[in-house]
């Protein structure tokens, strides 16, 4: 079993950034393909970053390329996702995820963290 826990979100002002982190419980997380998504109040939740497990590809939403970076530190167990030039669509819950499966779905999921981006 494995569990997600997010942190780094909060208020901040449009333009501004934050840098999101996920820490994960257990001994495979070098292993897992991770992720980040995100969902907005009355919509979907969406697929925001995601990297494999070697931290050598990355992809991106294209709402996001160019103002957002995923990266992984696996001695600590914890993947990031920097968010720069933050706009208020970006306001949303965040959530980390964990093991990509063959079906197209994550295995693991974090509880969340508020991200608010004022205009």
């Known amino acids: 079993q494995v569990q997600l826990v997010e942190s780094g979100g909060g208020l901040v002002q449009a333009g501004g950034s934050l840098r999101l982190s996920c820490a994960a419980s257990g001994r495979t997380f070098s292993t897992y393909d991770m992720g980040w998504f995100r969902q907005a109040p009355g919509k979907e939740r969406e697929f925001v970053a995601r990297?494999?497990?070697?931290?050598?590809?990355?992809d991106y939403a294209d709402s996001v390329k160019g103002r957002f970076t995923i990266s992984r530190d696996n001695a600590k167990n914890t993947v990031y996702l920097q968010m720069n030039s933050l706009k208020p669509e970006d306001t949303a819950v965040y959530y980390c995820s964990a093991q990509y499966l063959p079906i197209g779905q994550y295995r693991y999921w974090g509880q969340g963290t508020q991200v608010t981006v004022s205009s």
């Open positions: 990297i494999r497990w070697s931290g050598g590809s990355t």
